[in-house]
C-alpha cells in the first residue's frame, strides 16, 4: 500500500530539472477550495498535506499548457505514528482548464475536476467518502486587485460525486487570498457545504471556514500552515467516534514547483 503513497512522488521527481527557482506563482488555492489559477506551461508541483491524525496525502501536478494542468494524489490517515495506516481506497485524480483569462473587464474562469477529499477516507453504510468531501466537478471565478500588493478574491460552485449519504445538492465558496510583503500570503475561504447538511452522522449546517497563512521560501519552496473548521462542525472519524464539537484543526503543507 507504501508503493501507491508514493506514486506521486516519484512522478514529480522524475520531471524535476533546473529552472524557474525564484518565480512566484499565482495561487491555485485559497486553503482547501480551489482558484481559477493556474501553473505556468512546464511546471511540476508536488505538494505534501499533513493533517489531524497524522494524516499524509501527496500530491504532484503538471502544467501541460499555460491553460491545462492535471494532477494525481493519494492519502492515508494515521500515516505519522504507532497506529493502524488506513489508506483511501482509490487513487484521486485532478483536472483544471482556465476558459477565461483575467482582464480589465473581466475575471479569470476556469472549470475542473477533483476527486480528493480531506481528512480520513471512512467507510461504512451511507458513508464511504472522505470526512470533507472531494469537490468533483467544479467551475470557480477569480479577480484579481493591486492594494499594497496583490489581491485576490475567488469564488465557485461544485458537484461532489460523494452521495452515498442522499445529499446530491451542490456546494459553494468563496474566498479571499492577499500577500505581505514578497515572502507571504494570507488566505481565507467559507465553503457552504450544502451537500453535507442533511446526513446527521456527519454534518456540516455551520460550513467549513477555513484560513492559512503561506510562506514562500526562495520561490521554488512554499511552507503553508492551515487552521480548518473554524465553526467546529461535527466530525468522524475513521473509528465512527462522533465529535460534536471538534477544536479546529491544524495542519501543515509543504510544496515544491520547477520547471521540466
Not at 56 to 80: F, H, K, M, R
Not at 94 to 107: D, T, W
Given at each position: 500500500m507504501y508503493t501507491r503513497l508514493s506514486i506521486c512522488t516519484a512522478l514529480a521527481v522524475?520531471?524535476?530539472?533546473?529552472?524557474?527557482y525564484g518565480q512566484t506563482l499565482t495561487p491555485?488555492?485559497?486553503v482547501d477550495a480551489p482558484t481559477a489559477g493556474s501553473l505556468p506551461s512546464k511546471t511540476v508541483m508536488l505538494e505534501t498535506h499533513l493533517f489531524d491524525g497524522g494524516?499524509?496525502?501527496?500530491?504532484?501536478?503538471?502544467?501541460?499548457?499555460?491553460?491545462?494542468?492535471?494532477?494525481?494524489?493519494?492519502?492515508?490517515?494515521?500515516?505519522?505514528?504507532?497506529g493502524r495506516v488506513t489508506w483511501q481506497p482509490h487513487a484521486a485524480f485532478?483536472?483544471?482548464?482556465?476558459?477565461?483569462?483575467?482582464?480589465?473587464?473581466?475575471?479569470a474562469v476556469s472549470i475542473g475536476f477533483?476527486?480528493?477529499?480531506?481528512?480520513?477516507?471512512?467507510?461504512?453504510?451511507?458513508?464511504?467518502?472522505?470526512?470533507?468531501?472531494?469537490?468533483?466537478?467544479?467551475?470557480?471565478?477569480?479577480?484579481?486587485y493591486r492594494l499594497l500588493g496583490d489581491l485576490g478574491f475567488h469564488g465557485g460552485v461544485n458537484y461532489s460525486f460523494e452521495d452515498?449519504?442522499?445529499?446530491?445538492?451542490?456546494?459553494?465558496?468563496?474566498?479571499?487570498?492577499k500577500d505581505i510583503g514578497h515572502a507571504f500570503e494570507l488566505c481565507g475561504e467559507y465553503d457552504f457545504a450544502t451537500n453535507d447538511n442533511e446526513n446527521k452522522s456527519i454534518t456540516s449546517n455551520r460550513g467549513y471556514l477555513n484560513g492559512a497563512l503561506k510562506w514562500h521560501l526562495g520561490g521554488a519552496f512554499t511552507l503553508e500552515l492551515d487552521v480548518k473548521n473554524i465553526l467546529?462542525?461535527?466530525?468522524?472519524?475513521?473509528?465512527g467516534y462522533l465529535d460534536e464539537q471538534p477544536e479546529p484543526s491544524r495542519e501543515l503543507?509543504?510544496?515544491?514547483?520547477?520547471?521540466?
Open positions: 522524475f520531471m524535476i530539472s533546473p529552472g524557474l491555485q488555492r485559497i494524516g499524509v496525502t501527496q500530491t504532484a501536478s503538471v502544467a501541460v499548457t499555460d491553460l491545462i494542468g492535471i494532477g494525481c494524489s493519494y492519502s492515508g490517515a494515521g500515516v505519522i505514528g504507532a485532478q483536472l483544471r482548464i482556465r476558459v477565461i483569462e483575467e482582464s480589465l473587464n473581466s475575471p477533483d476527486s480528493q477529499g480531506y481528512g480520513p477516507y471512512i467507510k461504512g453504510a451511507k458513508l464511504n467518502r472522505f470526512r470533507t468531501k472531494s469537490r468533483g466537478v467544479y467551475l470557480v471565478v477569480s479577480r484579481n452515498d449519504d442522499g445529499d446530491k445538492d451542490p456546494s459553494f465558496w468563496a474566498g479571499i487570498d467546529r462542525n461535527t466530525k468522524k472519524d475513521i473509528s503543507r509543504f510544496s515544491y514547483h520547477k520547471t521540466f
